[in-house]
């Protein structure tokens, strides 16, 4: 299988994108601990957790498939 650089996401999925910045030395557990106490929401729950750094120029993405946690950043 060739990687397309895309994230097979399924159909019902939600995106939560932050409004704030985020600092990016976090990994999923920082990450999924925001999810938490900011959202009050699961970060196992299957949806997508998109963080982005202070100038806008990085992004990391937080994403339980149901197999393990994974963490994609550009």
């Given at each position: 299988?060739?990687?397309?650089?895309?994230?097979?996401?399924?159909?019902?999925?939600?995106?939560?994108?932050?409004?704030?910045?985020?600092?990016?030395?976090?990994?999923?557990p920082g990450?999924?601990?925001?999810?938490?106490?900011?959202?009050?929401?699961?970060?196992?729950?299957?949806?997508?957790?998109?963080?982005?750094?202070?100038?806008?120029?990085?992004?990391?993405?937080?994403?339980?498939?149901?197999?393990?946690?994974?963490?994609?950043?550009?």
């Open positions: 299988m060739c990687w397309s650089g895309m994230i097979p996401v399924p159909s019902g999925v939600k995106v939560w994108l932050t409004t704030r910045f985020t600092d990016m030395r976090k990994g999923f990450l999924a601990l925001m999810v938490q106490e900011t959202l009050k929401r699961d970060p196992h729950s299957g949806h997508l957790f998109c963080f982005r750094g202070r100038q806008g120029g990085l992004v990391k993405v937080i994403w339980h498939d149901g197999q393990g946690a994974c963490l994609f950043t550009n």
